[in-house]
C-alpha cells in the first residue's frame, strides 16, 4: 500500500485566497484525522471522521475552516479564507477504525499564507 | 480529560549516550500507549505501543513499559544514533466508550539531536 496520500506537498497562497488540502487515506482504513502542527501549538487534532461520517470537529479552529469526506477514500480541509496564522503543516492520518490504536500519518501539506 | 505531559526539550546527547524521555498521561479510562517518532520534513511514525499496564513496547532499540501505578510511559534506548535525531511523541488512545472526543491525545514533543 503506498500509504496515506495528502497534496499538495507544500502550498503557498495570498491572504484572502481558498485554500484546499487533500487526503487519501490507507485503504480499509475506516477512520481519518485532520491535524495542524505549528511550533507554538504543537500538534493539534482538527476533526476526525469515522466512516465518512465527522464525529468530533472541535479542534476545528473558526468557521473558515471546513472538512469534508465524500467516500471513503478521499478528504479535503478547507480553509477560506485563508490567513497568515493558518501557517502550519497539516498531516491527515488514517487508522482502521476511531479506537484503534494506531495511525498512520501522511507526509503533510506545508500551508504558507502570506 | 486525558491529557499527556512530556519533558522539555530540547534534549542534545552524545552518540552512544543512555536516553530517556519521560511521559506521564491523565485518563479516565484504561488507554493504550504510545510512541510516534517524527523526522525532519516527515509525518508522524508509530515507534512502539503498549495496551496494558506492564506492556513494555519496544522497536529498534527504544524500549517504554506501561507503568499505571505511577502513570508513566517513559521512553529508553542504551545507546543512541545520529540517526535518532528526531522529535518524539508520547500519545495515548483512551478507549472509554462514549468518549470520541479525547479519543486520541498526543503530547508536545521532545525533540532529540544526536551530536556525532
Known amino acids: 500500500d503506498a500509504g496515506v496520500i495528502q497534496s499538495p506537498r507544500h502550498e503557498v497562497t495570498e491572504m484572502g485566497q481558498e485554500v484546499t488540502l487533500r487526503c487519501k487515506p490507507i485503504s480499509g482504513h475506516n477512520s481519518l484525522f485532520w491535524y495542524r502542527q505549528t511550533m507554538m501549538r504543537g500538534l493539534e487534532l482538527l476533526i476526525y471522521?469515522?466512516?465518512?461520517?465527522?464525529?468530533?470537529d472541535s479542534g476545528m479552529p473558526e468557521d473558515r475552516f471546513s472538512a469534508k469526506m465524500p467516500n471513503a477514500s478521499f478528504s479535503t480541509l478547507k480553509i477560506q479564507p485563508s490567513e497568515p496564522r493558518d501557517s502550519a503543516v497539516y498531516f491527515c492520518a488514517s487508522s482502521r477504525d476511531w479506537a484503534d490504536y494506531e495511525q498512520y500519518f501522511g507526509p503533510g501539506t506545508r500551508l504558507t499564507v502570506t | 480529560g486525558d491529557s499527556v505531559t512530556q519533558m522539555e526539550g530540547p534534549v542534545t546527547l552524545s552518540e552512544e549516550a543512555f536516553l530517556t524521555i519521560n511521559c506521564t498521561y491523565t485518563?479516565?479510562?484504561?488507554?493504550?500507549l504510545f510512541w510516534y517518532v517524527q523526522y525532519p520534513g516527515e509525518g508522524l511514525q508509530l515507534l512502539l505501543k503498549a495496551t496494558k499496564a506492564d506492556d513494555k513496547g519496544s522497536n529498534k532499540g527504544f524500549e517504554a513499559t506501561y507503568r499505571k501505578e505511577t502513570t508513566s510511559f517513559h521512553l529508553e534506548k542504551g545507546s543512541v544514533q545520529v540517526s535518532d535525531s528526531a522529535v518524539y511523541f508520547c500519545?495515548?488512545?483512551?478507549?472509554?466508550?462514549?468518549?470520541?472526543?479525547?479519543?486520541?491525545?498526543f503530547g508536545p514533543g521532545t525533540r532529540l539531536s544526536v551530536l556525532p
Open positions: 500519545a495515548l488512545s483512551d478507549q472509554t466508550l462514549g468518549n470520541y472526543g479525547q479519543n486520541f491525545v
Open positions: 485518563a479516565t479510562g484504561y488507554p493504550s
Open positions: 471522521f469515522n466512516n465518512n461520517v465527522p464525529i468530533d
